[in-house]
């Protein structure tokens, strides 16, 4: 805020018949009264006095002010100069107009000032021009306007307030400073943004309707301050029906919010615009998750508008940061699954692939985790209860989905036509989500379908009396989407989890044939040239038999040609190397629920059976481990998912090197010996804007300004330039302050979160992930109990020189997932013993974080200092938290498993703190473990932990049984030493802090290829064979503007 803005108060009238109101222009409260004696001067940014501005110049109250009319244009003037050389809100951010000449004469007429202004002709050119005079203080008496082809001349005589003519020469340069820049900022921001006409045909029988409706939106809205405090404003009145001078933090973030999305909606509209237009091949991933985090401030600084938001929020009395805490996370993810899709989203559009994503609009979503006596407990996550603001409800585009009932034969035309009479319906709507890209015009859609009931079956239930029986069906209906992964040990837990992913992929595919035969209604041989699906893991491959069914039964195709398009259009990712983690569906609860796709499912099994027999004669126990029909005796007859989308699928793929690798010699061995050109290996990304750009931003400043760029934050690889500066000693001094600096916010929000209080001088060593037995967080308890006894073991005067720690672990346990809870509760246990032991008092704290989730993640990542990626080697297919940590310089502990190995690979193994057996021994140890000398340290704490040493000994007795003899299957005894010998390692690098840095920054420096950007540059070359598709802007020459950091966001450079 400039000096001019901390005035009293300022009134701002509004349209006529509307009451004024008066308010603090200072933000310090949003009521004042005016004071009785007062003058005019100039503020910046809040409530305009009439006309269409760049700025929010206006008419303030100033207590004691001058009342000289010089005097106060002087003021008026100084103060938009104020904020104009300190680049607020005046980031003009593109093209100046080149035509553009401003005079301002104060000599040549007796009487009045002379401004002429040439310019290139815009809408709203000459309101703009007298409504930005009068905000100077000056009165136009007449003007004189001309024009020639695109270019305008027009002359305004103006006069001070008290009627005489300026003529002081810094007055009369100020004057025509602002003109220039509010004239270029709108020459820039709005007529310089014009947006493109319709190309489509819907209108051609009514070309005046189209030039009518262009015509009225042939701009898009303004992102200047004042523009975005008067789209907030009018949400807050016109969408929320609030008071425009009373809403609180809440309804100031939905207005925020919706303000943005009207920006997106513009870019969404267009974008989809061109690729009709165009028409090129488009990619659509399917996904049960989508884990997306907070929308405000990736979508703000994705649109280089979070300074701008800022700024005008914080003039109307609201912090951005307050607002952002306002929002909840969207919960339609449980981990790296639902995360690395919101990941790849981001990246598609920032890549300009022309791409949507699918999934389920959940009610619930993942669970609410709430900590009670350390125990976990779940709770509904109401995200919804208050609305989504960024969602675009779409109750016009809605498709049948069916389910139960029988198939009937019938003869048409001489062939056999499959019909599938359904017993129950259920409606799909959908609910659109824009995903901006970053230093692109591209903005791509998140579709998500939620569940209603048949109109039909909702009518014929209300007319015939049935009321009950109506609700029971709406109540059925909207269960489908109501809750992310119900509890499946149960037959009715497995029924509503296949008929929530069935759900998904037939209103999906339901859309995307729509959306084809738009272009293509004549034929379905272009399918494939124009379609792209990406299976993510296998819940959602019963889109294999949905689409030949949609193809067969619906279009009329035949088998030999629809299976030719299913074959080319699907590709699969999979996401695990373990076997009991690849999803089966019993046979009998297939054949209740989706009878037709059972049948389907059968006749691919059978044509794929006689191919095999036809490549490897009747060796049926190898046909019988390929089949996708899994029967034999002693097991239940089922479905092999994974099966069915290798079958189905053009391409396969794993998600890290040694994954890639290990599927190819375990789990998918049998298909890989004999269809090895399908598999590929695609080591996943993360979005290096969410998770380095925008969590931190101190950090980001930095590299931006060592690298002399921030073109970074697209080209990942740019990070090495940082190596030549690890050594240096004023710049590690730099660096580990924004880590102290983030550990303070970390250490705040433990203490909002838990109660327990951290000091930021101690290691913060992290494991958040989902909770479960192959990520071995129980190694990570063990190796704190350990420590911990070693420290009582201890004089004061040699606890005194060990490295303090802060052990954080976050986590959610499946609902099911008996063992996984009781290690939470372990966490807890041994926290509460550890954290009131006054003997070790500042050297060892234990916290269980609860609720984990992405904006949680965004203080956490920034603010850790070690990471813990200790999976038994061969069990985590990748891991993203590991790149998170990675690249913003914190250092991992981890085995040689999923993208670890990459990570050493790329910033160096002396850079990382590696132990553990490797994956190929991993089996032999399996068998040896029954009788692997344990070391006695290992059982000390086994003993302490069943004894009731941390309280609860009999609850924790089957965690022990599990970690001991044949019972530990993750090899925690075999790893442990190792584990250990890796600790200390870390506490030897951390007290040399010189070293310390060194390793933090060389992290940084060497995860470039761990963004996103370059994995979905992958996928589209060697997987989906789809090309950009950039929305051309008004300067389709111009390359993307280069971009600076600066403070709160990401802006333009000047």
């Known amino acids: 805020m400039t000096a001019m803005a901390s005035v009293v108060a300022t009134c701002a009238p509004r349209a006529a018949g509307r009451p004024p109101v008066c308010h603090h222009a200072s933000g310090s409260s949003r009521h004042a009264k005016v004071p009785p004696s007062t003058s005019t001067a100039a503020t910046i940014g809040s409530a305009s006095r ?114 005489g003519r300026v003529d002081d020469p810094n007055d009369l340069a100020n004057i025509e400073r602002v003109i220039k820049v509010v004239l270029n900022a709108h020459y820039s921001k709005s007529a310089g943004h ?43 009145e016109y969408t929320l029906g609030r008071s425009r001078y009373r809403f609180d933090d809440f309804e100031a973030y939905q207005a925020a919010a919706l303000s943005v999305r009207d920006r997106l909606i513009e870019s969404w509209n267009d974008t989809q615009q061109y690729f009709r237009e165009q028409d090129p091949k488009r990619v659509y991933y399917l996904s049960m998750e989508f884990l997306m985090g907070r929308s405000l401030t990736n979508s703000l600084n994705n649109m280089e508008l979070k300074g701008t938001f800022s700024e005008g929020l ?19 993810g449980n981990g790296g699954l639902g995360r690395l899709a919101a990941c790849f989203l981001d990246s598609m559009a920032t890549e300009d692939i022309p ?104 009518l014929e239930s209300f007319n015939t009396g049935d009321y009950v029986q109506a609700i029971l069906a709406k109540q059925r209906a909207e269960t489908i989407s109501a809750v992310l992964y119900p509890d499946d040990r149960t037959y009715q837990g497995k029924e509503l989890r296949l008929k929530q992913q069935y759900f998904m992929v037939s209103a999906t595919l339901q859309d995307i044939i729509r959306r084809f ?187 931006s300004e060592t690298l002399g760029t921030d073109a970074w934050i697209k080209e990942l690889d740019l990070l090495q330039g940082l190596r030549p500066h690890a050594t240096d000693p004023k710049f590690q001094k730099r660096w580990a302050d924004i880590k102290l600096g983030n550990k303070q916010r970390l250490a705040n929000l433990v203490k909002e979160q838990t109660g327990v209080e951290v000091p930021v001088n101690a290691l913060f060593d992290i494991q958040v992930k989902r909770i479960h037995e192959y990520k071995r967080q ?72 609860p609720d984990y989730n992405v904006s949680l993640a965004e203080v956490i990542v920034p603010g850790a200092e070690l990471s813990q990626h200790i999976s038994t080697a061969g069990t985590e297919a990748s891991g993203t938290s590991n790149m998170k940590f990675a690249m913003n310089g914190c250092l991992i502990v981890g085995t040689m498993d999923g993208a670890n190995v990459e990570i050493a690979e790329e910033i160096g193994e002396t850079n990382m703190f590696i132990f553990g057996a490797l994956a190929d021994a991993v089996p032999g140890l399996r068998r040896e473990r029954e009788h692997f000398n344990v070391p006695g340290s290992f059982n000390t704490i086994v003993d302490q932990i069943r004894g009731g040493f941390f309280g609860w000994g009999d609850f924790f007795g089957p965690v022990m049984d599990a970690v001991c003899g044949a019972g530990d299957y993750y090899l925690l005894a075999n790893d442990f030493e190792d584990y250990l010998r890796a600790q200390r390692d870390v506490d030897v690098a951390y007290l040399d802090q010189a070293r310390w840095t060194q390793m933090s920054i060389e992290s940084v420096a060497g995860s470039g290829k761990f963004s996103s950007d370059r994995t979905i540059r992958e996928y589209a070359t060697e997987i989906w064979d789809v090309k950009p598709a950039r929305r051309p802007t008004l300067h389709p020459n111009m390359p993307p503007k280069p971009y600076v950091s600066a403070g709160d966001g990401l802006k333009p450079m000047a």
């Open 50 to 163: 009439g006309g269409s501005k760049a700025f929010g110049v206006h008419r303030a109250v100033v207590p004691g002010a001058g009342s000289s009319a010089r005097r106060a244009a002087t003021l008026r003037v100084s103060a938009v100069n104020a904020d104009v050389r300190a680049g607020r809100p005046s980031d003009v951010g593109g093209n100046e107009d080149a035509q553009l000449v401003v005079v301002v004469d104060g000599s040549s007429d007796p009487a009045l000032t002379v401004v002429s202004v040439k310019a290139t002709n815009r809408t709203g050119l000459l309101q703009l021009m007298k409504s930005t005079l009068e905000d100077l203080g000056l009165n136009v008496e007449r003007t004189e306007v001309d024009m020639d082809d695109d270019l305008v001349s027009d002359t305004f005589y103006v006069t001070a307030d008290a009627g």
């Open 517 to 703: 035969l738009v272009l293509h209604p004549d034929s379905f041989d272009d399918f494939p040239s124009k379609v792209a699906l990406q299976l993510n893991d296998t819940h959602p491959t019963i889109g294999v038999p949905e689409l030949m069914r949609l193809l067969m039964d619906v279009h009329g195709l035949g088998w030999t040609q629809s299976w030719d398009i299913t074959t080319r259009v699907f590709s699969f990712t999979n996401h695990t190397v373990l076997p009991e983690a690849l999803e089966k569906w019993p046979v009998e609860l297939v054949e209740t629920v989706l009878p037709r796709h059972m049948q389907i499912i059968y006749d691919i099994n059978w044509r794929f059976t006689q191919e095999l027999r036809g490549i490897m004669g009747d060796d049926f126990e190898r046909i019988g481990r390929m089949s996708i029909i899994e029967d034999g005796e002693g097991m239940d007859k089922s479905v092999r998912m994974a099966h069915l989308a290798l079958v189905a699928s053009h391409t396969v793929n794993g998600v890290a090197a040694i994954h890639s690798e290990l599927i190819k010699t375990t789990i998918f061995k049998d298909f890989y010996d004999i269809m090895p050109e399908k598999f590929q290996n695609k080591t996943n990304g993360v979005t290096p804007r969410r998770w380095l750009a925008f969590c931190n931003p101190p950090l980001s400043a930095l590299i």
């Open 355 to 458: 791409a949507w994503g699918y999934g389920i609009r959940y009610q619930y979503g993942m669970f609410r985790q709430e900590m009670h006596d350390g125990f976990q407990h779940e709770n509904p996550d109401y995200w919804l209860n208050f609305g989504n603001p960024w969602e675009i409800p779409r109750p016009n585009i809605a498709y049948p989905v069916s389910f139960y009932g029988h198939v009937s034969i019938h003869d048409v035309e001489g062939r056999q036509a499959y019909k599938w009479n359904h017993g129950e319906q259920v409606t799909a709507v959908a609910y659109d989500n824009p995903i901006p890209g970053w230093n692109t015009p591209n903005t791509i859609n998140l579709r998500l379908w939620s569940a209603k009931p048949s109109r039909e079956f909702d």
């Open 194 to 236: 014009a947006r493109p006409e319709d190309g489509s045909h819907d209108m051609d029988n009514d070309p005046r309707k189209k030039d009518l409706l262009y015509s009225l939106m042939d701009n898009y809205i303004k992102n200047d301050v004042l523009a975005v405090q008067k789209s907030v404003v009018n949400h807050v």
């Open 314 to 332: 914080k003039q109307l009395g609201y912090n951005m940061e307050d607002l952002v805490m306002k929002e909840r996370d969207a919960a339609l």
């Open 778 to 849: 129980l190694l990570n308890i063990f190796g704190i109990v350990h420590r911990y006894n070693a420290l009582l073991s201890m004089s004061p005067e040699d606890r005194k020189v060990q490295v303090p720690r802060v052990c954080i672990i976050g986590g959610k346990a499946a609902p099911g997932y008996d063992m996984a809870k009781r290690i939470i509760k372990l966490v807890s246990a041994v926290g509460e013993k550890v954290n009131n032991d006054p003997d070790i008092e500042g050297m060892l704290k234990v916290v269980f974080l």
